[in-house]
T-cell receptor
């Protein structure tokens, strides 16, 4: 595909369950970002992968959140023991060496 | 550090002009501007590198004042399609992009 893809597009889960969100960046893009956006709010940075460097995890809100990027391509964001305050849209973006970021359509997570 | 955007929100009548500012407490290397329409992902508008250049995109242009550590986005003769939330993103050298809090722009007929 030509753009960043994310799956699932919507996820409804029960409090306490674990969820995995997937991001497929644009081929050849070395940088990958995860953001969280609550309704009507800004872009909250979560984690940043750049090439083979150690990821910048400074934005992860708690140790329930983790992410990995396999083979410099696909990334998975995992939220363990979900809480209601985790409900938000999770956006993934990729770019090629500090140029424009291309965003995926996002995953809307609802924790009941 | 997160850049500060002003104003937080603005309402314009179609055809009016607007300016959105983005200020940083650190020396800027580059500034990105993005627009997010309701229910959609942010879309890139333009990037400015240090050097005080100005860029344009349709009737939307931006400037980068390195000395003031500030960038401004200019929307002239606004159209209904310009409605959305505008985010600036700042980067310092090779560090990650950091987005501002956003400016909600509403254009009314």
């Amino acid at each position: 595909g030509a753009g960043v893809s994310q799956s699932p597009s919507n996820k409804v889960t029960e409090k306490g369950k674990d969820v995995e969100l997937r991001c497929d960046p644009i081929s050849g893009h070395t940088a990958l970002y995860w953001y969280r956006q609550s309704l009507g709010q800004g872009l909250e940075f979560l984690i940043y992968f750049q090439g083979n460097s150690a990821p910048d995890k400074s934005g992860l809100p708690s140790d329930r959140f983790s992410a990995e990027r396999t083979g410099g391509s696909v990334s998975t964001l995992t939220i363990q023991r979900t809480q209601q305050e985790d409900s938000a849209v999770y956006l993934c973006a990729s770019d090629r060496a500090y140029n424009e970021q291309f965003f995926g359509p996002g995953t809307r997570l609802t924790v009941l | 550090q997160q850049p500060v955007q002003s104003p937080q929100a603005v309402i314009l009548r179609e055809g009016e002009d607007a300016v959105i500012n983005c200020s940083s407490s650190k020396a800027l290397y580059s500034v990105h501007w993005y627009r997010q329409k309701h229910g959609e992902a942010p879309v890139f508008l333009m990037i400015l590198l240090k050097g005080g250049e100005q860029k344009g995109h349709e009737k939307i242009s931006a400037s980068f004042n390195e000395k003031k550590q500030q960038s401004s986005l200019y929307l002239t003769a606004s159209q209904l399609s310009y409605s959305g939330t505008y985010f600036c993103g700042t980067a310092f050298g090779n560090e990650k992009l950091t987005f501002g809090t956003g400016t909600r722009l509403t254009i009314i007929p």
